[in-house]
Nanobody, 120 residues
């Protein structure tokens, strides 16, 4: 059974860097079948894709967030991490990590999500 769990601070001040970690169990982030992704949902709005990291560490980001986003991984801990810099209150959202099946570009597992509030 694959499980993904987001962790990180629930409150970040404006202009600081948001940092979240997704810990994966039941499957390796180096398996070539999958991509590992971050998505968010602001209050009252739809889902917004942030980016992904591949099984060999290649990253791709949403153009609208690319200048502020970095996704990295720690294969020894089977974790991948999101960093979003220079946050504003508009970055307040529930952040989810998910696994994407590369062949069909579809999510098959999600974390439960974690609310991050940007406020002073």
């Amino acid at each position: 059974q694959v499980q993904l769990q987001e962790s990180g601070p629930g409150l970040v001040k404006p202009s600081q860097t948001l940092s979240l970690t997704c810990t994966v169990s039941g499957g390796s982030i180096t398996t070539d079948t999958y991509l590992w992704s971050w998505i968010r949902q602001p209050p009252g709005k739809g889902l917004e894709w942030i980016g992904y990291i591949s099984y060999i560490g290649i990253t791709y980001y949403s153009p609208s967030l690319k200048s502020r986003t970095s996704i990295s991984r720690d294969t020894s801990k089977n974790q991948f991490t999101l960093q979003l810099s220079s946050v504003t209150p508009e970055d307040t959202a529930v952040y989810y990590c998910g696994r994407v099946l590369r062949t069909v570009a579809a999510y098959d597992y999600w974390g439960k999500g974690t609310l991050v509030t940007v406020s002073s």
